[in-house]
């Protein structure tokens, strides 16, 4: 089995290198253009301003009256039907002395309030290298992210038959 794969290596060989070949050259860099790309970014900042808030220093609130008042309508009276009109009554009473109370009563206050909110910056940064080079007479080019330190750079050429 070994002697038949050694004589098929001579001919793999002879066939393969008459159908391709490659070998290594300089080829002088025509250009090195940098190429930017657009970043966005959100950035953070503050806002802020004063606003009025209303302080009520009454403790008692509309519903509160109403309770209280309904509570003292319905104890005045005695009869059933009449505690309910009462209490009703007083409900009424007692909801609207507090919120005249309230509208009396409260101081207005100025804080500052402060909001984050966000804006959108653009921001180029190098991306890589365009370099053009030339070589038989033609312009070819690649992109790296380094910058070619030389005048020329080393090409590859690969032949083979057509």
């Known amino acids: 089995m070994k002697k038949i794969n050694l004589l098929f290596l001579p001919l793999f060989l002879i066939s ?6 490659s070998y290594s050259s300089e080829a002088p860099i025509v250009s090195v253009e940098r190429i930017y ?3 966005f970014i959100k950035e953070p900042y503050q806002e802020c301003y004063i606003k009025e808030f ?5 403790a008692m609130t509309p519903l509160g009256g109403a309770i209280i008042g309904g509570l003292i309508g319905s104890s005045l009276s005695k009869k059933k ?8 009554l007083g409900a009424l009473l007692g909801a609207s002395m507090f919120q005249n109370s309230q509208s009396n009563s ?8 402060c909001e984050t909110k966000y804006r959108r910056i653009t921001s180029s940064r190098l991306a890589h290298y365009l370099v053009k080079y030339e070589f038989n007479g033609q312009i070819f080019s690649y992109t790296t992210e380094y910058k070619p330190s030389a005048e020329t750079i080393k090409v590859r050429v690969q032949v083979s038959p057509e």
Request: aromatic letters at 6%; proline letters at 0%.
């Open 37 to 39: 790309q657009d970043r």
């Open 81 to 88: 039907k009449k505690k309910k009109k009462a209490a009703i």
């Open 106 to 113: 409260g101081n207005i206050i100025r804080k500052e309030v």
């Open 16 to 21: 393969s290198f008459s159908t391709a070949g």
């Open 54 to 58: 209303y302080q009520n220093n009454n």
